[in-house]
């Protein structure tokens, strides 16, 4: 199968029916997806699928055949990390850190449909994505302040 992973062709050999989240963590050694829960509840292996956050452990390899996965190993831009990257250490959104990839790409996708959302639509597109540790607060500051980062870099 096909699909393109952080910008690069890959072929993957794997029956249609098995987790896009597997495939990548243990075929492709794309560890930085995690495995959370497995039932579609906590986020922590959300990626991107042709720029839509998804729930990898609720896809099947096969649906994914010729489409684009960004996972948190793909967002940094050259050797620069993405600016919500840089803000959750500036803002210190983390504890344990493992539903921390899960959050950034909830967060990157939010930010490339709504370069400066309000708190509530910060809490709104994060609401999928649980953070045992509790680091809310953080987060939602960290998206504000990569919003904030875009803006000036915009203006
Ligand atoms: S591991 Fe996929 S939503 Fe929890
Ligand atoms: S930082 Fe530990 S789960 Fe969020």
Same mark, same amino acid.
């Given at each position: 199968?096909?699909?393109?992973?952080?910008?690069? @062709?890959?072929? #993957?050999?794997? $029956? @249609?029916?098995? =987790?896009?989240l !597997?495939?990548l963590r243990? &075929?492709? &050694?794309l560890t930085g997806t995690k495995?959370?829960?497995?039932?579609?509840?906590?986020?922590a292996c959300t990626v991107? =699928?042709?720029?839509? @956050? #998804?729930?990898s452990?609720?896809?099947?390899?096969?649906? #994914?055949?010729?489409?684009?996965?960004?996972t948190i190993?793909?967002?940094?831009?050259?050797? $620069?990390?993405?600016?919500?990257?840089?803000? !959750? /250490? $500036?803002? &210190?959104?983390?504890?344990?850190?493992?539903?921390?990839p899960g959050?950034?790409?909830? %967060? /990157?996708?939010? =930010?490339?449909?709504?370069?400066? @959302?309000?708190?509530?639509?910060?809490?709104?597109?994060?609401?999928?994505? /649980?953070?045992?540790? %509790?680091?809310?607060?953080? /987060? #939602?500051?960290?998206?504000? =302040?990569?919003?904030?980062? %875009? $803006?000036?870099?915009?203006?």
């Amino acid at each position: 199968m096909e699909l393109r992973v952080n910008g690069h @062709p890959v072929t #993957v050999h794997a $029956e @249609p029916d098995r =987790l896009l989240l !597997f495939v990548l963590r243990n &075929d492709l &050694d794309l560890t930085g997806t995690k495995y959370g829960c497995g039932e579609g509840q906590c986020g922590a292996c959300t990626v991107l =699928l042709d720029g839509s @956050p #998804v729930r990898s452990c609720q896809i099947k390899i096969g649906a #994914v055949a010729g489409k684009k996965v960004t996972t948190i190993e793909g967002v940094c831009r050259g050797d $620069e990390l993405h600016p919500l990257q840089k803000a !959750f /250490i $500036e803002c &210190d959104a983390m504890q344990c850190g493992y539903c921390t990839p899960g959050m950034i790409i909830s %967060g /990157i996708a939010l =930010l490339e449909k709504t370069a400066k @959302p309000s708190n509530a639509q910060i809490k709104e597109a994060l609401q999928g994505n /649980i953070c045992r540790c %509790g680091t809310y607060n953080r /987060i #939602v500051a960290a998206v504000n =302040l990569a919003a904030t980062h %875009g $803006e000036k870099n915009h203006a």
